[in-house]
């Protein structure tokens, strides 16, 4: 059974950090890109970053780029989201989704991702 377990969400100042976690289970983890998506409420489920297999390829959302990073530890089998300089537009449920193989050119399309973690809320207050 598949699970990715997102984690370390929660209630902060705009300007704060946070770190979010994406635990996998049940797969072949290095084997799988990963992605991080958001969504505000009344709104689509938007492309944060993405990165491949073996991190030497990563993308950003034009949003979130310079302030968020994201990596990964195969050996862990957990990619990390850090988040500074937080906004209150960044306020959304983050959602963690894992694809088979390599990243490809819809990396930022939700349909890429097999797989999906549950969320983790994310609010910033100004």
């Known amino acids: 059974q598949v699970q990715l377990v997102e984690s370390g969400g929660g209630l902060v100042q705009a300007g704060d950090s946070l770190r979010l976690s994406c635990a996998a289970s049940?797969?072949?983890?290095?084997?799988?890109?990963v992605g991080w998506f958001r969504q505000a409420p009344g709104k689509e489920r938007e492309f944060v970053a993405a990165i491949g297999r073996g991190s030497s390829t990563i993308y950003y959302a034009d949003s979130v780029k310079g302030r968020f990073t994201i990596s990964r530890d195969n050996a862990k089998n957990t990619v990390y989201l850090q988040m500074n300089s937080l906004e209150p537009e960044d306020t959304a449920a983050y959602y963690c989704?894992?694809?088979?193989?390599?990243?490809?050119?819809?990396?930022?399309?939700?349909?890429?991702?097999?797989?999906w973690g549950q969320g983790t809320q994310v609010t910033v207050s100004s």
């Open positions: 989704a894992a694809r088979s193989g390599p990243l490809t050119y819809s990396y930022a399309r939700t349909y890429a991702y097999n797989y």
């Open positions: 049940g797969i072949t983890f290095s084997s799988h890109a």
